[in-house]
């Protein structure tokens, strides 16, 4: 039963185009999909993505050294693992996010921190680093407010949707489909119909992903 991973990088508001755009996906998905398991993991609640900051990393470095953790920092790292797990088990991603001052929110890039493991995700060779999440498949949901994959927009200008695939990239996961809902903002006459061009194009995704 193939599993799929969808990581909710937004916070929790209304009229979210990105949102919206994602559970359309969803639902088409378990509709086509009936047997397949779906895991919602949202990044914004109060616990948080496990972090990378002062206690993870004495944390690691007492666990290098073989010794005695707090256990706060048991806790942490039984997060850290069990998060790690759930990623790599996954077959298929979905990635739900707005598009925040030219990037990705804080706490995907987190998220994207918290899954770059060596030997987990990624190995080095000496032919160079090679991606251990070979055969899986990823779909970006991403609204934001300009233009930057249609109607001319320079995709160089989305640097979180560059960054995110070269990450996935690097993991192995090298067939990733896109969902862009932009310009609402700056086009607001045109939000409805933007939004509905996505999710026709979320419903036909789903039933082939
Ligand atoms: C804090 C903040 C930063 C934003 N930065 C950008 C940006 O750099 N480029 C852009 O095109 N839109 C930007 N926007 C607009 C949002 O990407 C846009 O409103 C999008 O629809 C938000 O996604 P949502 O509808 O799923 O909430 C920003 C919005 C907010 C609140």
């Known amino acids: 039963m193939p599993t799929l991973l969808v990581i909710q990088a937004h916070p929790h508001i209304d009229n979210s185009l990105s949102l919206t755009v994602g559970q359309q996906f969803i639902d088409s998905y378990k509709a086509a999909h009936p047997a397949d398991q779906v895991i919602i993991r949202d990044l914004y609640t109060p616990e948080g993505v496990p972090p990378l900051n002062d206690q993870t990393m004495e944390a690691w470095r007492k666990q290098k050294f073989s010794e005695k953790l707090t256990a706060d920092e048991e806790q942490l790292l039984n997060r850290h693992a069990s ?21 990705l929110p804080a706490e995907l890039k987190q998220y994207l921190d918290l899954t770059a493991v060596a030997h987990k995700t990624f190995k080095y060779t000496a032919e160079g680093p090679v991606g251990l999440l070979k055969g899986k498949k990823a779909l970006h949901i991403q609204a934001a407010g300009g233009i930057y994959h249609r109607d001319g927009g320079d995709p160089r200008g989305d640097l979180g ?7 996935l990239n690097f993991y192995g996961v090298n067939d990733v489909d896109k969902l862009f809902i932009e310009g609402a903002d700056a086009h607001r006459d045109q939000r409805q119909a933007i939004l509905d061009q996505t999710l026709a194009d979320a419903k036909t995704l789903a039933a082939k992903f």
């Open 83 to 103: 998060w790690l797990t759930e990623f790599i088990k996954a077959d298929k991603y979905v990635f739900i996010n707005p598009m925040y001052n030219h990037f």
């Open 161 to 167: 949707d560059l960054y995110l695939t070269k990450m």
